[in-house]
């Protein structure tokens, strides 16, 4: 077999069979296909496409290009939860517990975020002492024992993917749906779930803007996840302004803290009980999605899901007490009112501008070396469709340095925009797709 006549096949816009495709895909991971030919395979691929069965192909080579990751010393189902990311997102960090109150087993492989605020971890690391480096034998232990462990990951897990995906970065090769779906869901394979509910944001603060594109993104991850012989389901959900009110680390962990004590944001609240009902259905809790709904309440109004937390944290060394009294997370130094310029109605957020406002102030990566601040960020008090009255606090900052507050103030305004008469709101849930 040679690459050049793949190229030329699929060029051709024929189909690739799956003894190709593996081909291609191992050659090219061990560096013995140049970057310059995989990269007019990628572009081939831009423009005829792939279908279903080229696709799946495409995902599961990518997923046994390095480890494959072993849950099968954790009883029960495990079902892992992704999110195609957004501002504000911290759901994983009330999810998880909630469903591991449930008795689901939350094995979870985190990473460190890049951009906005910062990822999972980042976040957990609020927590005095809590760490992510533990061993293999001890994630396993935890789960079994707590039902939920998070570990950073230490395993080799689609590497192929990880190098494919840097030379799409560079070729203009990201933006193809069967490619984004093979990327994202050879990493999930890799991670070892038993089934996968994904979060699929849509908008201005998404990696999808348009509504169409993310549902269709949806349906080719269900067909991979579902091809793989993984129960995968989909919700669709909005990301045209940012999830909750809290953007940046600690403050998103105080939020995530005040949902497990039955105070959470509406539109936040509403994700963790949709996505939640899918995980603790699938992981065979609940006889429907709606049972399962009736109990992830029911574990946040007995407050089992907050004590869940508490004992994840303490079992990775971090300070439980932080779970009771989120008073004493990380703090800034300085925190100031953003005043509403004009009276009426907010009509649009750019969503990524809020995102960028917490990069500024210092919650965020510019780069993977970057060191984060915990304690700063936002906390916006209107939302679209909230009424506003000139002067009256559109949001909180927390800042550590005055002139990053400034610049962060007034790109903070330019995000918003206001309207004289009522605006509607959006809604959260734009849709699931489960096969
Ligand atoms: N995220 C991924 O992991 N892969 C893509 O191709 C796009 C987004």
């Known amino acids: 077999m040679r690459m050049y006549d793949l190229i030329m096949k699929k060029r051709n816009g024929q189909s690739l069979s799956e003894e190709e495709i593996r081909f291609m895909i191992t050659h090219y991971t061990k560096g013995e296909i140049p970057d310059y030919q995989m990269s007019a395979m990628m572009m081939a691929i831009y423009f005829q496409g792939m279908n279903e069965e080229e696709t799946l192909a495409l995902t599961m080579a990518m997923a046994h290009s390095g480890d494959m990751l072993d849950l099968s010393e954790i009883h029960g189902i495990k079902v892992d939860k992704?999110?195609?990311?957004?501002?504000?997102?911290?759901?994983?960090?009330?999810?998880?517990?909630?469903?591991?109150?449930?008795?689901?087993?939350?094995?979870?492989?985190?990473?460190?975020?890049?951009?906005?605020?910062?990822?999972?971890?980042?976040?957990?690391?609020?927590?005095?002492?809590?760490?992510?480096?533990?061993?293999?034998?001890?994630?396993?232990?935890?789960?079994?024992?707590?039902?939920?462990?998070?570990?950073?990951?230490?395993?080799?897990?689609?590497?192929?993917?990880?190098?494919?995906?840097?030379?799409?970065?560079?070729?203009?090769?990201?933006?193809n749906m069967s490619l984004i779906a093979s990327s994202i869901m050879s990493k999930k394979l890799a991670a070892g779930a038993d089934a996968i509910v994904l979060d699929v944001k849509?908008?201005?603060?998404?990696?999808?803007?348009?509504?169409?594109?993310?549902?269709?993104?949806?349906?080719?991850?269900?067909?991979?996840g579902n091809g793989a012989g993984r129960k995968t389901t989909a919700v669709i959900s909005d990301m045209d302004q940012p999830l909750g009110f809290a953007v940046g680390n600690a403050l998103e962990v105080k939020e995530a803290i005040d949902t497990l004590n039955g105070n959470g944001p509406e539109d936040f609240v509403e994700l963790c009980l949709t996505l939640g009902s899918q995980m603790v259905y699938l992981a065979g809790k609940a006889s429907s999605p709606e049972e399962a709904r009736e109990k992830l309440q029911e574990v946040i109004d007995n407050k089992s899901a907050l004590h869940k937390l508490a004992d994840f944290i303490e079992a990775q060394g971090g300070d439980k007490e932080l779970v009771f009294h989120p008073e004493h997370l990380p703090k800034a130094s300085i925190v100031e009112e953003i005043e509403a310029p004009q009276n009426g109605y907010v009509s649009h957020i750019a969503c990524d501008e809020i995102g960028i406002c917490s990069l500024i102030l210092g919650g965020g990566r510019e780069t993977k070396e970057s060191e984060i601040d915990l304690s700063v960020g936002l906390v916006l008090h209107k939302k679209v469709g909230d009424q506003v009255r000139q002067g009256e606090s559109l949001a909180t900052i927390h800042a550590n340095d005055k002139e990053k507050l400034q610049t962060a103030k007034e790109r903070f305004l330019m995000a918003y925009q206001f309207s004289d008469v009522p605006v509607t709101k959006e809604k959260l849930i734009k849709g699931i797709v489960t096969n």
């Open 82 to 175: 992704h999110s195609t990311g957004g501002v504000g997102d911290k759901t994983s960090l009330a999810l998880t517990p909630m469903v591991a109150a449930l008795g689901v087993p939350v094995a979870k492989m985190s990473g460190r975020g890049l951009g906005h605020t910062g990822g999972t971890i980042d976040k957990l690391e609020s927590f005095t002492g809590f760490s992510t480096e533990i061993s293999e034998e001890t994630f396993k232990r935890n789960v079994n024992e707590i039902g939920i462990a998070i570990m950073g990951q230490t395993a080799d897990l689609a590497p192929a993917d990880k190098k494919l995906y840097a030379l799409r970065d560079v070729t203009a090769t990201v933006d």
């Open 202 to 224: 849509t908008g201005s603060g998404a990696f999808m803007k348009k509504e169409e594109d993310s549902f269709g993104l949806a349906k080719e991850m269900v067909k991979i």
